[in-house]
């Protein structure tokens, strides 16, 4: 479980600087609860020019608050983060609302989007806001299809998170325990006995552990969306648009999911092959894999994923390509 700061939960509704500073006061509580629960709160970039009053950016609101506020606020919402846009699991065109109103592009999107895809996230709302109310049931619109609904929680009470914390399952610590939920969370996933014995040995990194949870996530999702003739819905086109091709989430770093390039399928065919996970007797040539760029960690998985074929996973470690 992670937290998303509540971008929305800033519009503007602070009558004076007290109160805007009380809000704040809670919030860096928050922040301090989760650390030391083993969680982070993430945020936004765009939260160091929110509008914080009727006629005032937080930017000139900050020069309010007490020296140390100003340097710790700065200091989260400008260079240390985490910044959830940095790990992105929604698209631009994953149309998410919440009672009418459009949520892509804000962290209520994104929280809605990693819980549909098997990713905790939570929120944390500023108090006094518009969003003092827990769940959040945000919609997904799927082309013509059934609205799918998921629940988000959504905090905004120190006291509450820290209760709430303490009744909660311990966060991962292993890379096992990564491999244990893996397989309990994504079940049109097949996924190989030895997949992550790569792992072993390989210091534990939490941020890795859950964009690889969102790497499987969006494989286990994107393996759902197939209409009865076997054909690719429309949910599953844009999955494919938005993760398996050009640039994704602004990084730099191209898609989340990547075929390799000719001459790596050439130079490392014998470390792209693998066994079939149903089948010991029968080699696969997985050369197809999702990204976690720190450390350079890969999910090499089966290509192309059809309706009546399973989709296996057969490794997840360090980069196999590696020149």
């Known amino acids: 479980m992670s937290f998303l700061t509540n971008d929305l939960s800033f519009h503007g509704q602070f009558q004076n600087i007290v109160t805007f500073s009380n809000a704040i006061g809670r919030l860096m509580a928050i922040r301090e609860i989760a650390r030391r629960f083993g969680r982070e709160l993430h945020c936004h970039r765009g939260l160091a020019n929110a509008l914080v009053m009727p006629n005032m950016t937080m930017p000139q609101a900050i020069l309010g608050l007490s020296q140390s ?69 945000v919609e997904h619109l799927n082309g ?8 988000v929680e959504n905090h905004w009470d120190p006291g509450a998170l820290e209760n709430a914390l303490e009744n909660a399952p311990v966060p991962m610590a292993t890379w096992r325990q990564l491999e244990t939920l893996a397989k309990a969370r994504f079940p049109l996933l097949t996924i190989a006995t030895d997949a992550f014995t790569a792992l072993d040995g390989h210091p534990f990194v939490p941020g890795a552990a859950q964009r690889l949870l969102s790497i499987m ?27 398996f091709t050009g640039a994704k989430e602004g990084g730099g770093h191209g898609a989340t999911f990547s075929d390799s390039s000719d001459s790596e399928k050439e130079e490392f065919k014998t470390k792209l092959t693998f066994r079939q996970p149903d089948d010991a007797n029968k080699s696969m040539f997985c050369t197809w894999h999702g990204k976690v760029q720190t450390p350079q960690i890969r999910v090499h998985f089966s290509w192309p994923v059809r309706a009546n074929e399973p989709l296996y996973v057969v490794y997840v470690g360090p980069k196999l390509t590696k020149r």
């Open 217 to 243: 996530g969006i494989l286990n999702q994107f393996k759902s969306c197939f209409e009865a003739d076997g054909q690719r819905t429309k949910e599953g086109h844009e999955i494919y648009q938005n993760f």
């Open 144 to 151: 013509g299809n059934t609205p799918t609904t998921v629940e």
């Open 69 to 137: 506020q100003q340097r710790a606020l700065r200091s989260w919402f400008t260079k240390t983060g985490p910044f959830w846009e940095d790990t992105r699991s929604h698209g631009p065109d994953d149309y998410l609302e919440l009672n009418g109103a459009v949520v892509t592009d804000t962290a209520v999107g994104e929280a809605a989007w990693c819980r549909l895809i098997g990713i905790d996230r939570e929120l944390v709302s500023v108090a006094p806001s518009n969003w003092q109310f827990s769940p959040l049931s």
